[in-house]
């Protein structure tokens, strides 16, 4: 029979016999969407290299405990950054060209809080015939160089001078900053996931000489910088004279100090701030001289301006020239007033003093606050260069199997660039002891362009010596930011200045859970896919599928035509097309 079709006035819609999926649209395209996970710059700023991205992804989502495993890939001091880092994560974070930097320390802060209780899934790779490693000091360098050599499987031995770990961050920085019930439950961690064989009150170069660390296959050296600098003045033996560095050491072991009305502080770096904070809490007036300007302070900025709020006074350009001891039992100081002109060797404004200007100022004590130099009596001449442990690139001394971070070599000595210089180190090591050179290894596992390397990248190629290339970082252009919505950044809240200056308590006081939720969200998650579904919503094909628990993405590429729409709604930069060949 003939059937007519008369198709004048009905929709027809056509309708194949089998599967649509038979028709293998996925050939007609020239272009695949490809996920490719980036560096952020806030990531690639982090000296430690901390998966920024990832743990704020995590923290949004209320899963601290993977948040925090994400970090402790890459650093070991959450709780310790989140306090006292000087944060350059926040001043390249791509969201302040948006409105406000995202509050990464203080959410380094709050997870850690939140965690530190908890038991965490990392555990050590475990070797054969595992090789023995002595790290010298506990300082933030030393404790993470232990922390990444037990997780990379060797038997580390920590020799400490002090009867207690942690080095400035246990001695130098005071409670009101970092309280040690932090710091000690940071360690203790450390110590429970990683197994170290702890020797404090072992002074190498005293109870064990450094000849005896050959027995060890490998050795790092992190004795800090703790040599107090002398202002090499007339008067600074005098009773009412204090080094810096031991005021607070006996204030942070408990000690009860009087120091009297009105203080002056000789200096402009970390310890200057500390001690003249430290003596208002004491009850102590207090002024810091310093010789160049305020812009040229060593000190983390943060710290300048609370102690600007808290009521410590600065007087710039002076340069200390005579101290004398008066009848009335107070110091008399004499300063020579200081100009600025042309660089130091290091680049800074060099201070130079105006000749004939002289001005005194009167006191009831005086400390000194002017730098701290490293401590080399004890170690072979062959191993310093400039009154500094001497070490290459790849953190190796001139000796092959010793290693040197942290602030006794040449370094910006705050405690994120020193956690770096451990975890550097000890791929160095490692590298060493397997054979393997680090020129071949380092470019690979970078963390953008800024020197920071990831220990999660090195760990995936370590056995099969497979490394992913390292990522380009993400700029703000490449945001699409048609996605996000203003909204202001969450500051933690502080003690008021006058609870503050009553005792030691510790100033910021943390997020609330309602503003570490928003905070986290806040993120733009810049080159990290947080499953925020616009590829899945917007493609033509439906043939995007995404799991946010097991953290996995697909495209079914037998059906993607390859329109590139995915890409271009993708806020972070992660979906690129790349062309079929
Ligand atoms: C007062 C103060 C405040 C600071 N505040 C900040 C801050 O807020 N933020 C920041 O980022 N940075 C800050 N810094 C800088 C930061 O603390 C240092 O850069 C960092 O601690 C260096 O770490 P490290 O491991 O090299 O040395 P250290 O922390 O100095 O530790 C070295 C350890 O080695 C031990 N040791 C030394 N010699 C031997 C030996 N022969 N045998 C065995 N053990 C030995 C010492 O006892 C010590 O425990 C501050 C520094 C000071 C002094
Ligand atoms: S360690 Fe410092 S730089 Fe790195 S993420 Fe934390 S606060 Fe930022
Ligand atoms: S928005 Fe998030 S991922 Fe992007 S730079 Fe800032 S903190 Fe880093």
Redesign the pocket.
């Known amino acids: 029979m003939d059937i007519k079709y008369d198709f004048s006035s009905e929709l027809v819609i056509p309708i194949s016999y089998g599967s649509s999926e038979a028709i293998e649209t996925g050939k007609w395209g020239f272009e695949k969407p490809e996920t490719a996970f980036m560096t952020a710059p806030c990531q690639e700023v982090c000296p430690a290299g901390n998966p920024i991205p990832q743990f704020l992804y995590f923290a949004g989502e209320g899963r601290y405990k993977e948040a925090v495993e994400a970090i402790l890939k890459e650093n070991p001091f959450p709780g310790v950054?989140g306090?006292?880092?000087?944060h350059p994560c926040e001043k390249d974070c791509n969201r302040i060209q948006y409105d406000e930097a995202v509050s990464i320390s203080a959410m380094e802060r709050y997870i850690f809080d939140v965690t530190s209780n908890q038991h965490l899934d990392i555990h050590p790779l475990s070797h054969a015939d595992s090789k023995r490693i002595a790290v010298?000091?506990?300082?933030?360098?030393?404790?993470?160089a232990a922390y990444f050599l037990r997780l990379l499987g060797y038997q580390v031995t920590l020799?400490?001078?002090?009867k207690e770990?942690?080095?400035?961050?246990?001695?130098?920085?005071?409670e009101y900053?970092?309280p040690k019930a932090i710091l000690r439950k940071e360690i203790k961690r450390i110590l429970q996931l990683s197994a170290i064989d702890v020797k404090t009150g072992?002074?190498?170069?005293?109870?064990i000489s450094f000849e005896e660390l050959n027995r060890f296959d490998a050795v790092f050296l992190?004795?800090?910088?703790?040599l107090i600098l002398s202002l090499g003045i007339e008067g600074e033996d005098l009773k009412k004279v204090w080094i810096?560095?031991d005021v607070?050491d006996r204030i942070n072991s408990g000690d009860k100090i009087r120091m009297g009305k009105e203080i002056i502080v000789i200096g402009g770096?970390?310890?200057a701030?500390?001690?003249a904070r430290s003596a208002l809490r004491l009850g102590s007036r207090v002024t810091v001289a310093y010789r160049r300007t305020r812009s040229e302070m060593p000190?983390?900025q943060d710290?300048i301006q609370e102690a600007e709020e808290e009521g410590v006074r600065f007087e710039f350009l002076l340069q200390p020239v005579k101290i004398s001891l008066l009848k009335n039992k107070k110091i008399r100081v004499k300063f020579q007033r200081m100009r600025l002109r042309g660089r130091d060797h290091n680049n800074r404004p060099k201070a130079i003093p105006v000749q004939g200007a002289f001005l005194t100022r009167d006191a009831d004590g005086l400390i000194k606050?002017v730098g701290?130099g490293v401590?080399l009596s004890?170690i072979p001449e062959t191993l310093a260069r400039n009154s500094l442990i001497d070490v290459n690139t790849s953190f190796i001394t001139p000796h092959p199997k010793i290693f040197a971070?942290?602030?006794?070599i040449d370094q910006?000595?705050?405690?994120?660039?020193?956690i770096a210089?451990?975890k550097k180190a000890a791929i160095s090591i490692d590298l060493y002891l397997t054979g393997r050179t680090h020129d071949d290894v380092f470019p690979k596992i970078r963390v953008g362009n800024r020197g920071a390397l990831s220990m999660e990248a090195y760990l995936s190629g370590r056995d099969d010596r497979n490394w992913s290339e390292p990522k380009d970082v993400v700029s703000y252009p490449q945001l699409n930011t048609l996605y996000f919505e203003h909204s202001k950044r969450t500051n933690m809240c502080k003690l008021d200045r006058h609870q503050a200056l009553k005792s030691f308590s510790e100033v910021n006081l943390g997020l609330t859970t309602d503003e570490a939720r928003l905070s986290a969200l806040r993120c733009f998650s810049c080159g990290t896919c947080n499953y925020c579904f616009n590829c899945y919503f917007f493609c033509p094909e439906g043939v995007i599928s995404l799991d946010p628990l097991h953290r996995t993405k697909g495209v079914d590429l037998d059906h993607c035509k390859g329109c590139g729409t995915c890409a271009k709604v993708c806020p972070r930069f992660v979906v690129h097309m790349k062309g079929l060949s």
């Not at 010298?136 to 993470?144: D, Q, R, Y």
């Not at 770990?165 to 005071?174: A, E, H, S, Y």
């Not at 992190?222 to 703790?226: I, K, L, N, T």
């Open positions: 950054c306090r006292v880092c000087f010298v000091g506990s300082g933030p360098a030393g404790l993470s020799f400490e001078a002090r770990l942690g080095g400035v961050m246990r001695w130098g920085i005071p900053r970092l072992m002074r190498v170069g005293e109870e992190s004795p800090g910088a703790g810096g560095g607070l770096g970390n310890t701030m500390d001690v000190a983390i710290e606050a701290e401590d004890w971070g942290g602030d006794a910006p000595r705050t405690i994120v660039t020193a210089s451990g």
